[in-house]
Structure formats: structure tokens, C-alpha cells
């Protein structure tokens, strides 16, 4: 591919794309907000956007859910988009399983959320299911070949 080629493309994706999404979050900046909007994708290729609870637990961030739609979803393709404060990020999540990590978020969840936090436990029914949001993995851009 020519250079100048090259140059016009890659311009013309930029009008085409449309915003960007923000590099991975600063946890510890945005700790203190209290919801957060978790975007993914339903089986039908619908977007379901979830306002939702999040803590920090040694400056790494949980999901806490029980049987939900967008829960289903991760399972399927555990890439997501975050919109915290008007902006996107591109992230992933990873399903924890056992007792120990959901006493420390519901623990953490307490402390941060309070008395909602102890009357939502009050009628739960099941463990939560735990997520740990991570960076999402780069992919390695194609060899030009042209």
C-alpha cells in the first residue's frame, strides 16, 4: 500500500469511527461514585445497558449480581463497555467463585453503600455471582500486506 494510500485511509476511518472509548479507568479517581452503567450485548445482538454498584477491593474493581440478564451475557463474550461519568471504556470481566470474595465485596459493598447495601442483603436469596473488572486484552494490529 502506498503512503499516501495509507494516510487516506487511515483518515477516513477516523471520520467513520466515531468516539473513541477512553483508556482503562483510574479505579482509584473514580472509587468514590456510586453507580456505574455496564453495557453488553443480549443474545439477539441487543445492547442492554445496566446502571449498577461497584466496589474496590485492593484498588481492583467487583460486579456483584445474582441471575441476571446481563450477567448471562458476560458469560457469553466477557468483553464489555463501562460508562462512568459520560465517558467509555473497553474492559472485560472475570467470574470469582467462592465464599471468601463475596464476604470481602459484600463487606466492601457495606461500607460503601450502607444501609441500602444491608437492606438489599436482607432479601437475598442466593450467593451472588462475582466479577472482576479487568483491562480488555489488546489484539495485535494485522501485518500490512499491500
Do not use: C
Not at 476511518?13 to 472509548?21: I, K
Not at 467509555?88 to 472475570?94: I, S
Not at 461500607?111 to 436482607?122: C, T
Not at 451472588?128 to 480488555?136: A, V, Y
Request: no cysteine; proline share 7%; net charge negative.
Amino acid at each position: 500500500m502506498t503512503p499516501i494510500r495509507r494516510a487516506v485511509l487511515g483518515a477516513l476511518s477516523l471520520l467513520v469511527a466515531g468516539p473513541a472509548a477512553a483508556e482503562y479507568p483510574d479505579w482509584q479517581a473514580l472509587g468514590e461514585i456510586e453507580v456505574i452503567e455496564v453495557v453488553t450485548r443480549d443474545a439477539d445482538g441487543d445492547l442492554r445497558e445496566t446502571k449498577v454498584w461497584f466496589v474496590l477491593l485492593d484498588g481492583e474493581p467487583y460486579l456483584r449480581t445474582s441471575r441476571s440478564r446481563w450477567l448471562d451475557n458476560l458469560r457469553r463474550d466477557p468483553d464489555l463497555t463501562l460508562r462512568i461519568e459520560g465517558r467509555e471504556y473497553e474492559a472485560r470481566v472475570e467470574e470469582l467463585a467462592g465464599d471468601e470474595i463475596v464476604e470481602r465485596v459484600d463487606r466492601a459493598s457495606a461500607e460503601k453503600y450502607g444501609w441500602q447495601e444491608r437492606l438489599l442483603h436482607v432479601f437475598r436469596v442466593r450467593t451472588p455471582d462475582i466479577l472482576k473488572i479487568t483491562p480488555r486484552p489488546t489484539s495485535s494490529p494485522m501485518p500490512d500486506r499491500g
